[in-house]
């Protein structure tokens, strides 16, 4: 697959407010490729840099030092006239939707083809077939104010695709939502995805926005990519401190100290965790292993969830029966998967 956005050492440095203080950073050397046709996530906290990463690629910023290429255009080399119909083939979505008052759905979403010099007749057909794609074609003639935030981020979507882009651009574009209406809309940018072939860029602090839809991800911190990859890879092996924090957010399935200490108050067998992924522990082959050896396995804590479409978790078990058996079983278990031991209640 190839590129259709690279940051190459790019950076951005804000001057000190008001020639006070000191200057900031907010990109600082990014070298990164979003491959064309994937869904990439920019996962970071507040203050990370991930905005001012993102305005880079539509020219909302432009860099101080490196380059960000987009389409094979290098945007640092663009004067401002030339960088406009790069702008025009990129799509964006924001976390407070920024739809104007004054119009309605459908005059939000045709606001774009106006200025593009589209006719009205092209402008009604465009604007219908977009309301229908994001599903409030019965909306088109409501104001924003009437609508639900899942609706108004349902315009957002249809506005930004309204001049076809190649690239659209989510910048926190859920977090304003509920967890459920999050869903929705996340599987609406699926969709644009997948049924349009357009590249999206998704900018979030939550990792379950990354777990749920996005195929790579970066991790950034003070300006700096510290992390990127697949993310099933990510989640299954997160190799920084700042990422192993965001997956423990994603993923609840792992007992902490004060549920293990109730858990062995309650169960007086071995207590074990076990990692469940498609590689290597599915759930069908660790009931196997403990079957072979005679050892009851009771299901205590945890959870499947999915990463990338792809099963992952981990369960933790009581594992009751003969204790050289018992021990025997932890250990064919450790040949298939992750295994952390938590040993047997003392009696
Ligand atoms: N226009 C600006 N002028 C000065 N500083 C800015 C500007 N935009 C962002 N910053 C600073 O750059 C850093 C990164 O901000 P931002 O890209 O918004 O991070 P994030 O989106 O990850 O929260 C922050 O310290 C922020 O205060
Ligand atoms: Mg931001």
């Known amino acids: 697959m190839s590129s259709i956005i690279s940051f190459r050492e790019a950076t951005k ?30 996962i970071g906290y507040s203050g990370a840099g991930k905005s001012t990463l993102v305005r880079l690629v539509n020219a909302l910023e432009t860099v101080t030092s490196g380059d960000v290429v987009v389409d094979g255009v290098s945007l ?9 119909p790069v702008r025009a083939g990129i799509g964006m979505v924001f976390q407070q939707f920024n739809l104007l008052s004054s119009r309605t759905v459908a005059g939000n979403v045709a606001y774009p ?7 009205r007749a092209q402008r009604d057909a465009r604007v219908a077939e977009l309301l229908e794609f994001v599903g409030i074609a ?10 639900s935030g899942g609706q108004k981020q349902r315009v957002g979507i249809a506005r930004a695709l309204a001049t076809n882009p190649r690239i659209l651009l989510a910048d926190e574009a859920t977090s304003a939502l509920d967890p459920e209406t999050t869903q929705d809309v996340l599987a609406l940018l699926q969709r644009v995805n997948r049924e349009l072939g357009i ?12 777990r749920s839809i996005c195929h790579r991800v970066a991790v950034m911190e003070h300006g700096r990519v510290v992390e ?16 192993r924090r965001f997956v423990a957010t994603a993923l609840r399935d792992r007992p902490s100290p004060a549920v293990l200490e109730r858990l062995r108050t309650r169960h007086t067998g071995r207590i074990v965790t076990v990692g469940v992924d498609e590689v290597a522990g599915s ?3 660790i009931t196997r292993v403990l079957r072979e050896h005679g050892v009851d396995g009771t299901v205590v ?8 479409e792809r099963p992952y978790g981990s369960l933790t078990l009581e594992l009751v029966g003969d204790a050289g058996a018992v021990e025997e079983a932890v250990v064919a278990l450790r040949a298939v998967t992750l295994v952390d031991d938590h040993g047997r209640a003392d009696r």
């Open 199 to 210: 590249t999206v860029v998704v900018i979030t602090h939550e990792m379950d926005v990354v």
């Open 113 to 119: 083809l106006e200025v593009a010099g589209w006719t």
């Open 138 to 147: 019965d909306k088109a003639g409501a104001y924003p104010s009437t609508l």
């Open 76 to 84: 640092a080399s663009l004067g401002e006239a030339r960088l406009r």
């Open 13 to 42: 440095v804000f001057p000190a407010p008001r020639g006070r203080g000191r200057e900031v950073r907010a990109v600082d050397g990014v070298s990164l490729d979003v491959r064309e046709g994937e869904i990439f996530g920019v």
């Open 301 to 308: 804590y945890g959870g499947i969830t999915e990463v990338a």
């Open 228 to 243: 990127v990859g697949e993310a099933y890879q990510v989640f299954s092996a997160p190799a920084h401190d700042v990422t």
């Open 283 to 285: 759930s069908a082959l």
